[in-house]
């Protein structure tokens, strides 16, 4: 029974790699280990699914490292014989991702990042100003730090401006919050104190909640670890429905 549970588990990974190879436009390596057997597909089944994969890229965005496990899930019986995981009830998951300096860069660049990054507003004094990032620059100096270098465009009534900026900063981690090294501007006629102050109120504000939401999928960081020239990243999250990549 146990060597029958085991082809049953390894015929259903093997498609399930395939079908996540097809969807990527690049994978150095991907291994999926779905815990299931027959009975429990039928009743739409399985106790884990796990991933883990090396150099990922979809969308250039590009991951160097990720390590995926769910929690027993409730999937589409028909599309999981053929590898496609559809889920009938949302699914808790944890992640590690490790992401290079570059490769952040990189996808700072690219057309799908940037749709996503679009303008937002502040509450000054009662007033709103829009905020657009015109370019972000990420370098990953070690001693757990992070330096942002970048331009943002900033609206304010009738009057645009746009200015350049560096910041030094190290992220929320476990056991202490995000702490502010160093903001300076490199560029235009500078930011007004009253911005910068509605600026970190909403980086506290975001930061503080419990979960962001993205497509189908809450998640939270629980901890950011910074090495020299990458992140390491532990996500919790909970899925409606597996991503289509």
């Known amino acids: 029974m146990s060597q029958e549970r085991k082809i049953e588990e390894n015929l259903l990974s093997q498609a399930a790699e395939n079908t996540l190879s097809h969807q990527l436009d690049q ?37 160097q490292e990720i390590q995926v496990q769910t929690d027993q899930i409730s999937i589409n019986p028909l599309s999981a014989i053929f590898g496609q995981i559809e889920l009938e009830q949302p699914v808790n998951t ?36 829009k905020l657009q990032s015109q370019k972000i620059q990420l370098s990953l100096p070690g001693d757990g730090k992070i330096q942002i270098d970048g331009i943002v465009r900033i609206q304010e009534q009738a009057h645009t401006s746009q200015v350049g900026f560096r910041s ?8 202490k919050p995000i702490l ?15 911005i910068v102050v509605a600026l970190m109120n909403k980086i506290k504000e975001l930061v503080d909640l ?15 670890e910074v ?10 999250a909970k899925m409606k429905q597996i991503p289509t990549l």
Do not use: W
């Open 27 to 63: 994978a150095e390596k991907i291994d999926v280990d779905v815990q299931t057997d027959l009975l429990k597909i039928v009743q739409g089944q399985a106790d884990t699914v796990s991933l883990a994969g090396e150099g990922l890229e979809v969308q250039e965005v590009r991951i």
């Open 227 to 236: 090495q020299k020239g990458s992140l390491v990243f532990l996500i919790e």
């Open 168 to 175: 030094m900063f190290s992220p929320r981690t476990l056991n």
């Open 180 to 194: 502010m090294e160093s903001f300076n501007c490199t560029q235009g006629e500078g930011i007004s104190l009253n």
């Open 210 to 224: 419990p979960y962001l939401e993205f497509d189908d999928t809450r998640f939270r960081i629980i901890n950011l």
């Open 94 to 129: 944890k992640a590690r991702v490790v992401l290079k300096e570059a490769d952040v860069n990189h996808a700072l660049t690219s057309d799908f990042v940037r749709s996503k990054l679009r303008p937002f507003n502040l509450n000054v004094d009662g007033k709103t100003v």
